[in-house]
């Protein structure tokens, strides 16, 4: 075989193999779906108390922190939107009238996962981070004013705070929709994230780029503590 043909060869496997990976790349896990409050219960009201006033922290089942990225693979062969979860969250709010109080959330980044176990690896010693900077946590910068509540009707508000990220602390608007049921408040919130702004390096390996900016996402259920 000539040297040429050799070439082919190599360049044909290589092709072929890129093709395997990508394949596997598009068509391994999946990408969830963005925060969704849940459906409401028959009836739509819910039941429990007649006044959400007291204290709410975030409940484990049905609560996540997470990111949403595009990633470019191989220079254009695939793009994907990578998600990446975490429903280690901590925190809560206080409900007094129309207002929402000392509002705070936590997350341990260090438990993030995604559909890639590679992606999960590299997040963990480059961009996030998170073996050396494993919490995220948004407070609000002050209270919050509330329509009057009525169990089953969602609102939406703006909530200004400060988000700490990659152990750099930097203003935040986070658009939420909330909805109380009697029992539980839900919350749902998608931000965009600059990643330079919080001093992260925008991933880069030889298969894989990613854009310099995402989206946070947080989907939370909060019950009365």
Do not use: C
């Amino acid at each position: 075989m000539s040297r040429r043909a050799r070439a082919l060869v190599v360049a044909l496997v290589v092709l072929v193999a890129l093709g395997g990976v990508a394949a596997w790349y598009l068509t391994s896990g999946s990408d969830p779906q963005g925060p969704a409050l849940p459906a409401r219960t028959s009836g739509g009201t819910g039941a429990g108390a007649t006044s959400a006033d007291g204290r709410w922290t975030v409940a484990e089942d049905g609560s996540f922190v997470g990111y949403r990225i595009s990633e470019r693979f191989v220079g254009g062969l695939a793009d994907i939107e990578a998600v990446g979860r975490t429903s280690d969250v901590r925190g809560g709010l206080t409900v007094e009238g129309r207002a929402a109080r000392s509002v705070s959330i936590e997350a341990d980044l260090g438990t993030l996962t995604s559909d890639k176990a590679p992606r999960d690896n590299y997040l963990t010693t480059n961009a996030l981070e998170t073996g050396t900077f494993p919490t995220a946590r948004f407070v609000a910068s002050g209270p919050i004013d509330l329509p009057v509540l009525t169990r089953g009707e969602e609102f939406e508000r703006t909530i200004e705070g400060v988000l700490t990220l990659h152990g750099v602390t930097r203003p935040l608007s986070l658009p939420v929709t909330a909805r109380w049921d009697g029992t539980a408040v839900f919350v749902i919130g998608t931000a965009p994230i600059v990643l330079a702004d919080y001093g992260i390096a925008t991933p880069q390996t030889p298969v894989v780029s990613v854009q310099d900016r995402g989206s946070l996402e947080i989907q939370l259920v909060l019950r009365r503590s």
